[in-house]
């Protein structure tokens, strides 16, 4: 299915933001959701992605919709939230950045299924994973997990 990455999911957020994945440019993935998919998407940019845009500035996203195929490439969990949209992962420079985050969507009272600064030592990279689901979120924050992967 060829699909039109320029759609606007929110105000500030594309499907191509969600979808675009060198990793899958690279193994030759298509990394098409499905309209179930891009609904969860446009969900989680306008209840989360979009507070934290207008309180923080540009959001550069790492890791959004990721097709089964992707998920296993990139080593993510067999029920990983990106699989359905509910997730986008967004760099981060400093983990206090992600702090300040988590402060804000809990002073708020935004709804959010989860926000976890995330680690790989490996590569020092920090990231933070954020989701919503519809109807179901668990308003779990943690500020450091450490992920050892083998890459």
């Not at 191509?16 to 179930?36: D, Q, W």
């Not at 919709?65 to 990983?80: D, E, H, I, P, T």
């Not at 969507?105 to 030592?121: A, K, P, S, T, V």
Request: proline fraction near 2%.
């Amino acid at each position: 299915m060829n699909q039109n990455t320029n759609m606007r999911l929110s105000e500030h957020f594309t499907l191509r933001e969600f979808t675009i994945s060198g990793t899958a440019i690279m193994h030759g993935i298509v990394n098409n959701p499905t309209e179930a998919d891009i609904r969860r998407m446009r969900l989680l940019c306008e209840h989360v992605l979009e507070p934290l845009r207008r309180r923080f500035g540009v959001l550069r996203i790492t890791s959004g919709f990721r097709c089964a195929a992707l998920n296993k490439k990139v080593g993510g969990v067999k029920n990983s939230q990106h699989l359905r949209g509910e997730a986008a992962d967004l760099h981060i420079g400093d983990p206090e950045v992600a702090r300040k985050m988590i402060a804000f969507l809990q002073e708020e009272g935004i709804e959010f299924d989860q926000c976890l600064l995330e680690y790989n030592r490996f590569r020092s990279t920090r990231w933070v994973h954020i989701s919503y689901v519809k109807g179901h979120n668990r308003r779990q924050a943690i500020t450091q997990r450490g992920f050892y992967t083998e890459e």
